[in-house]
T-cell receptor, first 116, second 114 residues
Framework: DAGITQSPRHKVTETGTPVTLRCHQTENHRYMYWYRQDPGHGLRLIHY???????DKGEVSDGYSVSRSKTEDFLLTLESATSSQTSVYFC???????????????FGAGTRLSVL | SQKIEQNSEALNIQEGKTATLTCNYT??????LQWYRQDPGRGPVFLLLIRENEKEKRKERLKVTFDTTLKQSLFHITASQPADSATYLC?????????????FGKGTKLSVKP
């Protein structure tokens, strides 16, 4: 999976608890992304980062925060998990953003999160 | 409103036939369109990228076309094999939106029967 590690791979948690998902890359790519994938919705962008400490919101960012203190690590935090956040979460990286071949994305294996 | 649609949720074909998957979009002006493959329990894997000024792109048994007038991309797998069974996603850049981030279709699940 192109040097991308997501942890944990599976997590079950309770409503109202905080959850942090980690994405680690060894490719030294500038851009990192967090998506969620749900039946009937496909992949939707939560947040992305275009450099250390540089992040921005995606389509479905409510209830999520992110941090990137090092090039290789991108953390996704659910401050207070809700059942609607039960999903499969994917991290992706790309060499660059914007248009073109630099925006080809490489995905991790995903984290399956269940919020009970 | 903006939409990207893959016209079939599922496509079943016989081994050896050509699979054709469709990706249509509305109210986007992508310069690039990408296709990914996703196997169950795995992340998507990049297959092909086509530019707006390219009519066709090939890679082994895969062929992608991009018609900006019809706002459509077609993805073909020739001489299909059971190992081609997977979900295929199209994605386009949304430069008018958030810095060119990719917008993904919901995918078409292809099943190739022996």
């Amino acid at each position: 999976d192109a040097g991308i590690t997501q942890s944990p791979r599976h997590k079950v948690t309770e409503t109202g608890t905080p959850v942090t998902l980690r994405c680690h890359q060894t490719e030294n790519h500038r851009y990192m992304y967090w998506y969620r994938q749900d039946p009937g919705h496909g992949l939707r962008l939560i947040h992305y980062s275009y450099g250390v400490k540089d992040t921005d919101k995606g389509e479905v960012s409510d209830g999520y925060s992110v941090s990137r203190s090092k090039t290789e690590d991108f953390l996704l935090t659910l401050e207070s998990a809700t059942s609607s956040q039960t999903s499969v979460y994917f991290c992706a990286i790309s060499e660059g953003g914007g248009r073109g071949v630099k925006n080809i994305q490489y995905f991790g294996a995903g984290t399956r999160l269940s919020v009970l | 409103s903006q939409k990207i649609e893959q016209n079939s949720e599922a496509l079943n074909i016989q081994e050896g036939k050509t699979a054709t998957l469709t990706c249509n979009y509305t109210n986007y002006s992508p310069a690039y369109l990408q296709w990914y493959r996703q196997d169950p329990g795995r992340g998507p894997v990049f297959l092909l990228l086509i530019r707006e000024n390219e009519k066709e792109k090939r890679k082994e048994r895969l062929k992608v076309t991009f018609d900006t007038t019809l706002k459509q991309s077609l993805f073909h797998i020739t001489a299909s094999q059971p190992a081609d069974s997977a979900t295929y996603l199209c994605a386009l850049d949304d430069y008018g939106g958030s810095q060119g981030n990719l917008i993904f279709g919901k995918g078409t699940k292809l099943s190739v029967k022996p």
